[in-house]
């Protein structure tokens, strides 16, 4: 098993400000991505993921009235170990609510989403990895676009819901794009680490980085931690404004 690189406060912001390979991305519209005719599916490790990775292609999708199709693997039970605050039990119902209150935030019609929690155990995706594409597979059509987390994005669960859902792509044959999320606080913003090759840039206007900080600000949950058992937030400050750069990057 490799080490987890999710530790301590990560990749400072003004590094990825100044990032030169960054700043040479090559921009891609939501239009292009997703062409008229084509359906959005969007696969979330976690409630919140479907925000972080993607809020603002969020956005544009429903400016377009593109269908979206959202697969939320886990219920995201496992973020609070240990917690009496936030128990398993609490955020089993808490966590998909938060995630319905934060795609209103982004304006997303209700009649243009249709919404799967697959109810697969948080930490434990890799486990059913091959039970996971199968189910993702049988979803999906060949003119679906489909967004995952990245396959190497550092979280055990976003790497599994990535490989699962190349291999569910590939084998209808639709189209797959990678979300980084977590890499922003481990990867290096002038090394090798990330697929640069691959890498485009969604640019999001102040008022579509606005409501995503909105929606962000609705996972109660991942906001705040636990200071009875010494448990910190999942998304504090310095990670949540990694995630809100004028733009979302998107592996193609």
């Known amino acids: 098993m490799k080490p987890n690189p999710i530790v301590g406060q990560g990749t400072p912001l003004h590094r990825w400000q100044t990032s030169t390979q960054l700043a040479q991305l090559a921009h891609v519209s939501v239009a292009q991505l997703v062409p008229e005719g084509c359906r959005a599916v969007i696969i979330a490790p976690h409630p919140d993921d479907e925000v972080l990775g993607c809020g603002g292609l969020l956005q544009g999708l429903a400016t377009l009235g593109r269908p979206v199709q959202l697969i939320s693997v886990t219920d995201g039970s496992a973020s609070h170990p240990g917690s009496r605050r936030w128990p398993v039990a609490r955020l089993n119902v808490e966590r998909p609510q938060e995630s319905a209150e934060a795609l209103h935030r982004l304006g997303l019609p209700p009649h243009g989403l249709q919404w799967l929690r697959a109810g697969f155990a948080d930490s434990q995706v890799a486990a059913r ?42 084998a209808v044959g639709a189209r797959f794009y990678e979300l980084p999320v977590w890499a922003w606080h481990w990867a290096s913003p002038e ?21 995503k900080r909105h929606a962000i600000h609705a996972f109660a949950s991942q906001l705040e931690g636990d200071p009875q058992i010494g448990l910190p937030a999942v998304l504090p400050p310095y990670v949540v404004e990694r995630l809100l750069q004028p733009f979302e990057v998107v592996f193609v």
Request: glycine letters at 4%; aromatic letters at 6%.
């Open 191 to 211: 090394g090798s680490q990330l697929p640069w090759h691959r890498a485009r840039k969604i640019p999001l206007s102040s008022a579509a980085l606005a409501r």
């Open 129 to 170: 990895e091959d039970e996971l594409a199968a189910f993702i597979r049988r979803h999906l059509k060949p003119t679906d676009v489909v967004f995952a987390t990245w396959r190497e994005d550092g979280h055990c669960d976003h790497e599994a819901v990535g490989r699962a859902s190349a291999v569910a792509a590939q």
